[in-house]
């Protein structure tokens, strides 16, 4: 157990909508990373936030926002949905010397 | 921008010892991290490098060679649960973002 959770574990979207995906981070970790995995491949940055302030972003368009609360936890928006959007979408909750992983979110958009 | 390369497979047997390896062109290199993930499940971190030289942990060892670009993670005593794609993962620059290789799949047989 690492302490990340992440909600929902399983989402089915329609192409167009938009979704929330959610973080809460382990205790101690003021660092939020959010990463997209497809099906074989490694995870893929989106977006990095630190004590509420995105700090870092990857090669993503910008209907892909997020959010980090006082407590840390964080979200991940993603507006007008793709069906390339299918995918694993995975938080990782770090400090300096170690990242963990929550369980990941299945995003199926359909 | 990083490059890291990995095998894309690999095999042994129960019982065995597995080096895979992980080369990586990076600029302001900081950190080293190596996971484990199986099917459908998110990221386990495994080792963490950021200094020259072997870590053990169990019958998981990692080692790093900065001036090479260079590392490998050491599996001993295979069983058939550490079946699995295992990603390797540099940290550049202050920030905490990780960017990852496309893993490497070890496929252990009886």
């Known amino acids: 157990e690492t302490g990340v959770t992440q909600s929902p574990t399983h989402l089915i979207k329609t192409r167009g909508q938009q979704v929330t995906l959610r973080c809460s981070s382990q205790?101690?970790?003021?660092?939020v990373s959010w990463y997209q995995q497809a099906l074989g491949q490694g995870p893929q940055f989106i977006f990095q936030?630190?004590?509420?302030?995105?700090?870092g972003r990857g090669n993503f368009p910008p209907r892909f926002s997020g959010l980090q609360f006082p407590n840390y936890s964080s979200e991940l928006n993603v507006n007008a949905l793709e069906l390339d959007d299918s995918a694993l979408y995975l938080c990782?909750?770090?400090?300096?010397?170690?990242?963990?992983f929550g369980q990941g979110t299945r995003l199926t958009v359909v | 921008g990083q490059n890291i390369d990995q095998p894309t497979e690999m095999t042994a047997t129960e019982g065995a010892i597995v080096q895979i390896n992980c080369t990586y062109q990076t600029s302001g290199f900081n950190g080293l991290f190596w996971y484990q993930q199986h099917a459908g499940e998110a990221p386990t971190f495994l080792s963490y490098?950021?200094?020259?030289g072997l870590e053990e942990k169990g019958r998981f060892s990692s080692f790093l060679s900065r001036s090479k670009g260079y590392s490998y993670l050491l599996l001993k005593e295979l069983q058939m649960k550490d079946s699995a794609s295992y990603l390797c993962?540099?940290?550049?620059?202050?920030?905490?973002?990780?960017?990852f290789g496309k893993g490497t799949m070890l496929l252990v047989s009886p």
């Open positions: 490098n950021v200094l020259d």
């Open positions: 993962a540099v940290r550049v620059g202050g920030y905490s973002t990780l960017t």
């Open positions: 990782a909750s770090s400090d300096l010397t170690e990242a963990f």
């Open positions: 936030y630190y004590r509420e302030e995105e700090n």
């Open positions: 205790s101690g970790h003021n660092t």
